[in-house]
């Protein structure tokens, strides 16, 4: 099975920077989707980006965060990043990191943006902005 651990989540001053990390465990995989989420308080779960290993690695990001995050993968790390520029009050939430794993290599159906997609999910990691 997969294990994520999420870090990098502080304070920080709005403009400021971030960047998150999950390490995921060892398992070698055929392929893989790996997604950000975030959690306001009383707010419902929302995606922030993605990244899958087919169709050439696309990303994905939610318009509210498009041009500030950057998602990337470190495969010989066995780790995902989102780097967070330009952060706003408004990107306070605790981030999680989710996983989702395919048997074959083929191209996947599959939605990166939606949480019910994904069966891995990290404890999540507090990223306050002040403002």
């Known amino acids: 099975q997969v294990q994520l651990v999420e870090s990098g989540g502080g304070l920080v001053q709005a403009g400021g920077s971030l960047r998150l990390s999950c390490a995921a465990s060892?398992?070698?995989?055929?392929?893989?989707?790996m997604g950000w989420f975030r959690q306001a308080p009383g707010k419902e779960r929302e995606f922030v980006a993605a990244i899958i290993s087919w169709s050439d690695g696309n990303t994905y990001y939610a318009d509210s965060v498009k041009g500030r995050f950057t998602i990337s993968i470190n495969n010989a790390k066995n780790t995902v990043y989102l780097q967070m520029n330009s952060l706003k009050p408004e990107d306070t939430a605790v981030y999680y990191c989710?996983?989702?794993?395919?048997?074959?290599?083929?191209?996947?159906?599959?939605?990166?943006?939606?949480?019910?997609?994904?069966?891995?999910w990290g404890q999540g990691t507090q990223v306050t902005v002040s403002s």
């Open positions: 989710a996983a989702r794993i395919f048997p074959s290599r083929t191209p996947q159906v599959m939605s990166p943006m939606r949480g019910t997609e994904y069966n891995y």
């Open positions: 060892g398992r070698t995989v055929s392929s893989y989707a």
